[in-house]
T-cell receptor
Framework: DAMVIQNPRYQVTQFGKPVTLSCSQTLNHNVMYWYQQKSSQAPKLLFH???????NEADTPDNFQSRRPNTSFCFLDIRSPGLGDAAMYLCATSRGHNEQFFGPGTRLTVL | GDSVTQMEGPVTLSEEAFLTINCTYTATGYPSLFWYVQYPGEGLQLLLK?????DKGSNKGFEATYRKETTSFHLEKGSVQVSDSAVYFC?????????????FGSGTRLQVQP
């Protein structure tokens, strides 16, 4: 089945230690998104790639970066995680401006 | 700016009860409207959608009608099951600045008791 895959499902890192979260998709969608979802809150868009074009949300901290080496993969890099960055990180994809399909998420714990 | 307001949860119902989760939105133009469901420990799944006024989205017994006059998109189900226990997010999508972004409500937790 075509899907959005996120690895790992659970990630533990130390305060200030860089961490990378991974997303891959078999849907051949040209748009990929990263959302941050804190406990009991709505997902918040961090940034997205429309094809190779990177689009950052105005309020996304510089601590968060992203890479998209090819159509299928997208990475979220957190350069120096703080305690406030502990959250569920959701990857989503879409074909153009159509509906978004979400992966299962990666729960990040910062010690 | 765009916003979505949902009724606060948790909503606790007995099995086979009728469900309504209210959702209202604020947006200019003609947004598309969505309901997403999130089961414990999982990502979001699209439950249903409507792209224009008076459209009714439906899936798995859930329904919602796009009401432009009241800017609402309330989610309903005639008879809930324990397996419907989850968090439900109302969202809108509107084209702006050359892209289409999702704006989510804060989510409503539904607990269905046997």
């Amino acid at each position: 089945d075509a899907m959005v895959i996120q690895n790992p499902r659970y990630q533990v890192t130390q305060f200030g230690k860089p961490v990378t979260l991974s997303c891959s998709q078999t849907l051949n969608h040209n748009v990929m998104y990263w959302y941050q979802q804190k406990s009991s809150q709505a997902p918040k868009l961090l940034f997205h790639y429309y094809d190779k074009d990177f689009n950052n949300e105005a309020d996304t901290p510089d601590n968060f970066q992203s890479r998209r080496p090819n159509t299928s993969f997208c990475f979220l890099d957190i350069r120096s995680p703080g305690l406030g960055d502990a959250a569920m990180y959701l990857c989503a994809t879409s074909r153009g401006h159509n509906e978004q399909f979400f992966g299962p998420g990666t729960r990040l714990t910062v010690l | 700016g765009d916003s979505v307001t949902q009724m606060e949860g948790p909503v606790t119902l007995s099995e086979e009860a009728f469900l309504t989760i209210n959702c209202t939105y604020t947006a200019t133009g003609y947004p598309s409207l969505f309901w997403y469901v999130q089961y414990p420990g999982e990502g979001l799944q699209l439950l249903l959608k409507a792209t224009k006024a008076d459209d009714k989205g439906s899936n798995k017994g859930f329904e919602a009608t796009y009401r432009k006059e009241t800017t609402s998109f309330h989610l309903e189900k005639g008879s809930v099951q324990v397996s419907d226990s989850a968090v439900y997010f109302c969202a809108l999508s509107r084209q702006r600045a050359g892209r289409r972004a999702l704006t989510f409500g804060s989510g409503t937790r539904l607990q269905v008791q046997p």
